[in-house]
């Protein structure tokens, strides 16, 4: 069987994986997503995590990204230093079995700085095949690990990883502001406000704590503070990302409830944002890498 006929395309993260069947046409024909991350499947338990795989999603040849190469993962696959296309991608593929094959992740490296991701090169150059982010385009990436992506030629250019989402994370897990922040995070005055002062200053460590002293002295509501934390982290996530020189307009991609947030902070900014969703881009992308196996 050719890989692009059928395959079983998993996107493995940390903390959970999503998986799916991908027919002839790289449409997806079935999926599923659970919380077995790499760090949930441990070092020997990749083999009955992919044949529990198999039993959902088919008898299939696996093309997998994401954490699954990591050295926490199943089979390390090293990094393809930057720039970097779906050709080098293809040709650095690491293989976990007769029939499963992880995608590298890819690396920056300068003199002043380093840079690394895994899973979501194949999202970016995905949408660049099908023509959703130009050649020399400009891409945001929120996530755990957001990224500032610069393409350039159709190819992985330069990128800058800020940890916006782990931060956001750890202050309502494990910070003095946790009893704050339950609320759901919307794109209210309380955000908008947030972003503008991410935006304008560099005081974040002093700003997250006033957070708290503004809510203990009646000056904001509980009900603002995670808006307005969530404002606060992406309007300084925006002004680093937006100090690289890049097209003026900003692709981000990623998950909805995330790339709303982000287009709205880069809005504030007085930036152009256009949304794109990371899942069509993900399965526009491996299907690409997988027609390159079959050559």
């Known amino acids: 069987m050719r890989w692009a006929d059928s395959f079983i395309a998993v996107d493995w993260g940390t903390t959970n994986r999503r998986a799916y069947r991908v027919d002839g046409s790289g449409h997806c024909a079935d999926e599923f997503e659970d ?41 390390e696959a090293p990094y393809v230093p930057c720039p970097a ?5 293809a040709a650095k593929l690491a293989k976990a079995g007769e029939r499963e094959f992880i995608v590298p992740g890819v690396s920056y490296s300068a003199p002043d700085r380093a840079d690394v991701m895994r899973g979501e090169e194949v999202q970016l150059l995905g949408a660049v095949a099908t023509g959703q982010v130009e050649h020399e385009g400009f891409v945001c990436h929120p996530g755990t690990h957001n990224k500032w992506c610069v393409l350039h030629q159709a190819r992985l250019h330069n990128f800058q990883t800020v940890m916006t989402g782990e931060l956001f994370s750890l202050l309502k897990a494990h910070s003095i502001l946790a009893d ?8 209210n005055d309380a955000f908008r406000a947030g972003v503008t002062k991410g935006l304008g200053e560099e005081a974040l460590p002093a700003d997250l704590f006033e957070i708290r002293a503004r809510f203990l002295l009646g000056k904001a509501k509980k009900e603002d503070a995670a808006s307005f934390a969530s404002g606060l982290l992406i309007g300084t996530d925006v002004r680093i990302g937006l100090a690289i020189p890049a097209a003026a307009e900003v692709m981000v991609m990623g998950r909805p409830e995330l790339t709303k947030l982000y287009a709205a902070a880069i809005g504030i900014a007085g930036r152009t944002a256009i949304e794109i969703d990371g899942e069509k881009s993900f399965l526009a992308g491996i299907t690409e890498i997988a027609k390159r196996i079959d050559k």
């Open 35 to 75: 919380s077995k991350g790499v760090l949930a499947v441990g070092d020997k338990g990749f083999p009955a995590a992919v044949q529990e795989i198999r039993d959902r999603l088919g008898d299939l040849p696996l093309l997998m990204a994401g954490m699954v190469g990591s050295n926490r993962g199943w089979v």
């Open 180 to 187: 704050l922040l339950s609320a759901p995070v919307e794109v």
């Open 85 to 89: 296309g779906l050709d080098e991608l």
